[in-house]
């Protein structure tokens, strides 16, 4: 994992630099308006509220922040989420909260309204506990009744995102972040192993999906240049 | 309305990608145990008669052969016993010997999905003992499916020989002296000091492994085989005693094979020392059958020629007297010529024909010819043909295809029924 870390953090000025002689050439003074921060949108996932409201083995929410310094957004995301799934020999569920904190870079930098297709990477942390009751009997080994328990389960991984963020009306913008989820580590566990990590979902598989819809307030804090 | 529909657009991408639950991965308890040889390393394949374990009724193989198997841990508990009974090919009376694997192991369990519901995780697989000459844990780690987690290795079998069956040509060139490895349906082998449990029974091979007696310095084998033939032979040896490899204790060797009593035809001792693993010591041969013909039944459908079928309830051969009851259906049979006449007369009784029964006389000449040694002087037989005056088979046409016999048979006559 913290190979991983290390990579975003050497990738992110590998991305500053795709700027960088565009902007030797500007006037120190310009430089320091220009990556001044004009506004910032605080939003919501609407398929979290979404889920929560008609996937019955699903509770959550996930808040989202992100601030424009130039052609970089620095992201915020922060949420909880809650899994409860029955089967004929088994009850899981889990709950925790998580954040994601990284870095997106524009690509429509000319946009009058401030709209953004980007490419960006995070890094996502998680703490969660978790209930498994299994109530089997196998044709070979017999029956298992047994009651499993994580408590304070810390997971980190690492994520590559893309999206977009329209303007739709005034202060309003709408946006989609799809996230390729990967590199997870997790502490480590006694008897049962973690199948769901608030934020990053499944861990039978090393890398998975993960998509947000989003609805955003921008409230400006400096005036377009 | 274009930025609704565009959003539309990408949330029904972006949904339809969240993964959704698939049972692609299953308990992971499996290990596989590899039998080897101490000596080499090399497979060595075992008949495991049964394999169990302590805490179940279920038994995992029985009568199987192989030199890898997988077995399941037990993720309920942190101890697997595995009971495994196996041919020892050692013991003259093919008895088995049985031994046990203790293992230790930890197991965690694992949620998957609403659909594939929970799996266990086995892992730190570890020996606590067995009875096994020696075994290793080369991986702790189950899987699904298995892969090697222990090898077990055996010293080596020291009385066991190799036994071959074959079978002559008629093979003018010599270019086949030694002949072929002869498949033979056996019915029974059985070795005199354990006359109560037959080493083989009901089987068709054409290489077989004998043991031979430990305790005395000879060993005899009655051969019971399908087509009615009964040998018997006597092996004598000496038996020596060497420590071949350091982990295994002091063992027999055995040397100076040969033969006191014998009924096999022809026998020969192709070595006279046996190893591990077994390399022919022993050939019985069988001569080639020099006067058996194979005739053949066709029939015209549409242009092209296709097999007939012929419904046959008796066969009488003139110079054999008796006659066979065949009652089936044939499309090629095998009839012997007699050797001590020119012709042979073959009566068929037939059902579904317009007349029976039918008759067929062949002519050829006779000659002799030394194939093998071994097998001394054999009569051939040279430029066979049908003899129409005494063949009273349906009007059909007759073709003698191949006016020499030869062995393995081949097809000689060909009716064709018009």
């Known amino acids: 994992m913290r190979k991983h870390i290390y990579i975003l953090f050497i990738l992110l000025p590998l991305l500053a630099t795709a700027q960088k002689s565009d902007t030797v050439k500007q006037k120190a003074d310009t430089v320091r308006s220009k990556f001044k921060p004009t506004g910032i949108r605080f939003g919501t996932d609407l398929i979290s509220i979404g889920k929560s409201q008609y996937v019955k083995t699903f509770t959550g929410w996930e808040v989202n922040a992100d601030a424009d310094i130039y052609r970089y957004f620095l992201a915020f995301d922060y949420g909880s989420w809650g899994r409860n799934y029955s089967t ?138 | 309305m274009k930025r609704v529909v565009w959003f539309a657009l990408f949330l029904v991408v972006g949904v339809s990608c969240l993964d959704q639950p698939d049972c692609f991965r299953q308990d992971l308890n499996l290990i596989g145990i590899s039998f080897r040889k101490m000596y080499d390393g090399a497979a060595d394949t075992v008949v495991l008669l049964k394999v169990s374990a302590t805490s179940t009724d279920s038994v995992f193989y029985e009568n199987v052969y192989g030199a890898t198997f997988s077995l399941p841990l037990n993720y309920l508990n942190t101890n697997t016993t595995f009971v495994i009974e196996q041919l020892v090919r050692e013991y003259l009376d093919g008895m088995s010997q049985t031994d046990t694997m203790f293992l230790s192991h930890s197991s965690k369990a694992q949620f998957v999905s609403e659909d594939c519901g929970e799996r266990f995780v086995v892992s730190n697989l570890q020996l606590l003992r067995s009875t096994y000459d020696s075994i290793e844990v080369v991986s702790a780690t189950p899987s699904n499916p298995a892969h090697i987690n222990i090898k077990v290795y055996r010293c080596p079998r020291t009385n066991i020989m190799r036994m071959s069956f074959r079978q002559l040509y008629m093979d003018k060139n010599d270019t086949l002296s030694r002949g072929k490895l002869d498949s033979r349906p056996i019915t029974s082998i059985i070795n005199t000091d354990a006359v109560t449990t037959p080493w083989l029974q009901d089987t068709t091979m054409s290489a077989i492994l004998l043991p031979l007696n430990p305790n005395t310095n000879s060993t005899t084998y009655n051969f019971k085989f399908d087509n009615g033939d009964s040998n018997s032979v006597t092996f004598n040896y000496h038996i020596g005693t060497e420590q071949i490899i350091p982990k295994c204790p002091t063992q027999n060797l055995y040397s100076q094979l040969d033969t006191t009593t014998n009924t096999f035809k022809i026998l020969k001792i192709s070595k006279d020392s046996l190893q591990d693993p077994p390399v022919t010591n022993v050939e019985t041969f069988r001569c080639p059958t020099t006067n058996e013909i194979k005739v053949s039944f066709k029939q015209i459908r549409g242009s092209s020629k296709v097999t007939d079928t012929l419904h046959i309830t008796s066969l009488t051969t003139d110079y054999l007297g008796d006659s066979s009851v065949v009652s089936a259906d044939t499309s090629a049979i095998t009839l012997p010529l007699n050797p001590d006449a020119t012709t042979t007369k073959y009566t ?27 097998c001394g002087t054999q009569t051939i037989f040279t430029e066979l043909a049908i003899d129409d005056a005494n063949t009273s088979f349906y009007s059909a046409n007759m073709i003698a295809l191949l006016p020499d016999v030869r062995f393995p048979s081949v097809t000689n006559i060909e009716i064709t029924r018009k």
């Open chain 1, 88 to 225: 004929d020999s088994a009850n899981y569920s889990n709950t925790g909260r998580y954040y994601r904190v990284g870095v997106d870079v524009n690509f429509l930098t000319k946009d009058p309204e401030k709209n953004a297709f980007f490419i960006g990477m995070r890094f996502g942390h998680s703490k969660f506990s978790e209930d498994f009751v299994v109530d089997l009997n196998d044709p070979i080994w017999g029956f298992l009744h047994q009651e499993y328990t994580n408590s304070n389960v810390k997971a980190s991984w690492l994520e590559m995102t893309t999206g977009i963020k329209v303007k739709m009306w005034k202060f309003i913008w709408m946006g989609y972040t799809a996230r390729y989820k990967f590199a997870l580590s997790m502490s480590k566990t006694d008897r049962l192993i973690p199948s769901d990590v608030p934020g990053f979902g499944r861990t039978d598989k090393p890398t998975t999906w993960g998509f947000n819809y989003q609805l955003f307030f921008r409230i400006p804090i400096a005036k377009e240049k």
């Open chain 2, 348 to 374: 068929f009784n037939v059902t579904g024909e317009t007349t029976s029964p039918l008759t067929l006389q062949l002519k050829y000449t006779t000659t002799t010819y030394v194939f093998h040694s071994v």
